[in-house]
């Protein structure tokens, strides 16, 4: 949890090797920082092969927002060699989330980094399991 900050609240769990960054509330400029900090402190989890940063609870999703997720996309941790390849990052977000998939699709981020949508049907923990390889 985010403490302090009432427009978002961050959790990250931990299934196999991979870490799921679950975020609720706004994503904007006032708390894309929040975000990259949790992001940046659980890549130096040990062992870790991927992070998922799940968007089902995002409520709004301005540019700067969308803009730390494609920076997320090529981050790697300072403990890695220079030369290492990023950690994989994927984000997850329903299909009818309207508040994440509509500046996607406006943006046009798609080809250049991928949002795997997840069925609402499916309980979160369930749908992060597929995701989490």
Excluded: Y
């Amino acid at each position: 949890m985010t403490e302090g900050d009432p427009l978002i609240n961050l959790t990250t769990t931990r299934i196999g090797s991979a870490a799921v960054v679950t975020v609720e509330g706004e994503l904007d400029l006032h708390t894309a920082r929040t975000l990259m900090g949790t992001v940046d402190d659980t890549l130096t989890t040990p062992d870790l092969a991927a992070i998922v940063i799940d968007l089902s609870g995002v409520t709004f999703l301005g540019s700067s927002g969308l803009g730390t997720l494609a920076e997320l996309a090529t981050r790697t941790p300072s403990s890695r060699p220079r030369d290492a390849q990023p950690i994989p990052v994927r984000l997850v977000a329903p299909p009818d989330n309207r508040a994440v998939i509509r500046p996607w699709e406006v943006m046009k981020l798609e080809p250049s980094f991928r949002c795997s949508l997840i069925s609402p049907a499916r309980s979160p923990p369930e749908a992060r399991r597929q995701i989490a390889w």
